[in-house]
């Protein structure tokens, strides 16, 4: 029987398990921290610990985060709260799960760090410019809930109707939890922890605008293999061209950008018999 060690080696040593590594990572350095913790405060040696966490966490102060740059990467994978990465970590799995079947792996752990780092962003932005938050003096932010809310509200711009099961609540469609979420980030941003909750809304903005780009761009994608297929299957045929009929280069680039900036469709029956005839000329 393999040890919980060897589980966790084989983890990392598989190639497209990603999503599981970084879901381990964050797990571990919660324990780590919370064996260190109990270590200094058994210890006493408490306000060790506290100063330890202060240079994995982002300040909102400028003179703090400007000295400590890489907080804008740690402080997404520091946990202090069990129930934090737990639920975290559930969110991540689950939607991280769902937008890997329509992205991949790779754009599901980038947009993991971008969110992160969006949410750095608009957490120092926000506390420094907004009254409200620019009274309560620096804090610290720590936790991977934007990257989180980046990975759900992304699933869901992709796979609006996807369903899940919630225990108590039966079928639900993904957009509805995305949604519950983002709604009561905003109305917990004058809360306790307004200023984490900024950093989620800043995530969130950023895996829709990613999830948005993504289907985009393989709409695009889509359309350049749709003309493909069809000046392949119109190469087949045998068709006279006379010289008059010749499509010179910079017509045809000005039908392809057509085709790049509004699809196939948009072609008008002209653009399409010339394209086809470019076809036939380069058989």
Same mark, same amino acid.
């Given at each position: ?79 202090? !709260? ?18 890997? !079947? ?145 499509? !010179? ?7 392809? !950008? ?26």
């Amino acid at each position: 029987m393999r040890s919980i060690w060897q589980d966790m080696k084989l983890i990392f040593q598989q190639p497209n398990r990603g999503l599981m590594q970084l879901i381990v990572t964050n797990v571990g350095i919660f324990i780590a921290l919370m064996l260190t913790k109990v270590t200094l405060i058994l210890a006493g040696k408490s306000e060790f610990f506290e100063s330890f966490l202060e240079q994995l966490s982002l300040s909102s102060a400028f003179a703090d985060f400007s000295r400590k740059p890489w907080t804008f990467l740690t402080y997404f994978f520091v946990h202090v !709260d069990l129930m934090h990465v737990v639920f975290n970590m559930l969110f991540l799995y689950w939607f991280g799960q769902i937008l890997q !079947d329509f992205l991949g792996q790779n754009k599901t752990i980038k947009l993991y760090f971008i969110g992160g780092l969006a949410g750095a962003v608009t957490y120092i932005g926000a506390l420094n410019s907004i009254p409200y938050y620019v009274n309560q003096g620096p804090i610290f932010l720590m936790g991977a809930s934007a990257g989180v809310y980046a990975i759900v509200t992304a699933a869901a711009t992709l796979r609006p109707n996807y369903t899940v099961h919630l225990f108590l609540i039966g079928p639900i469609a993904i957009k509805y939890i995305s949604g519950f979420y983002v709604i009561w980030s905003v109305l917990e941003s004058v809360g306790s922890n307004g200023g984490g909750n900024i950093a989620h809304l800043g995530g969130a903005l950023v895996g829709v605008l990613f999830a948005l780009y993504s289907k985009r761009t393989q709409t695009a994608t889509q359309q350049i293999e749709k003309v493909l297929t069809y000046v392949t299957v119109a190469a087949q045929k045998t068709v006279s061209i006379t010289t008059s009929e010749v499509v !010179d280069e910079e017509e045809l680039n000005q039908i392809l !950008d057509k085709i790049s900036k509004s699809g196939f469709d948009s072609l008008s029956k002209l653009e399409k018999k010339r394209l086809f005839q470019a076809s036939q000329k380069n058989e």
